[in-house]
């Protein structure tokens, strides 16, 4: 069973860059769902992806987007990047839309904005 | 109010010793409650699920669901030092809403 890999490890950007997060769901999960982690703090949902529709967000602005595709890999991507966009980005796969699935989560993409 | 809340903790308990964890959370038609690990640089990890009310034991750690009061708790015993991490609650509805987190420490 392959797990939930998350590219790349690490980054740095430039405040107003863009940048974009790469994910591979554990195989046989549909549902891909994105979160942020500020050191200190819970993750926090960002939003969810299944059947390639974003099905679910969290209180993010819309510069935070994100695709599914058919092999229900995702990409976040986040516009005019800002300090505090500074994170460990995670992504997390499970098998359908309702919130009642455990979440296998990625290893996470440390995100530093400068 | 945050939707999920832990004890703010830190908590540290001696070696072999009883940890609990808690969590209350607002939104009252909440179904499914998990608690995660988390160790310093890594992502969460599951340990344990419930969805009913009650006890539910697995090993060492024990889920504890009362519906009525919204709240949720992890109860691990014989603590070991490498149960030393962060504890997340996490309660799904709508989303999968996380609290903050307890950071355990367990002493040799």
């Known amino acids: 069973e392959t797990g939930v890999t998350q590219s790349p490890t690490h980054l740095i950007k430039t405040r107003g860059q863009q940048v974009t997060l790469r994910c591979s769901s554990q195989s046989g999960h549909n549902t891909v769902s994105w979160y942020q982690q500020a050191l200190g703090q819970g993750p926090q949902f960002i939003f969810q992806y299944y059947r390639e529709e974003e099905n679910g967000r969290g209180n993010f602005p819309p510069r935070f987007s994100g695709l599914q595709f058919p092999n229900y890999s995702s990409e976040l991507n986040v516009n005019a990047l800002e300090l505090d966009d500074s994170a460990l980005y995670l992504c997390?796969?499970?098998?359908?839309?309702?919130?009642?699935?455990?979440?296998?989560f990625g290893n996470g993409t440390r995100l530093t904005v400068t | 109010q945050k939707e999920v809340e832990q004890n703010s903790g830190p908590l540290s308990v001696p070696e072999g010793a009883i940890a609990s964890l808690n969590c209350t959370y607002s939104d009252r038609v909440s179904q499914s409650f998990f608690w995660y690990r988390q160790y310093s640089g890594k992502s969460p990890e599951l340990i344990m699920s419930i969805y009913s009310n009650g006890d539910k034991e697995d090993g060492r750690f024990t889920a504890q669901l009362n519906k009525a009061s919204q709240y949720v708790s992890l109860l691990i015993r014989d603590s070991q030092p490498s149960d030393s991490a962060t504890y997340l609650c996490?309660?799904?509805?709508?989303?999968?809403?996380f609290g903050a987190g307890t950071r355990l420490t367990v002493k040799p």
């Open positions: 997390a796969s499970s098998s359908g839309t309702a919130y009642n699935s455990p979440l296998h």
């Open positions: 996490a309660v799904g509805n709508n989303d999968m809403r």
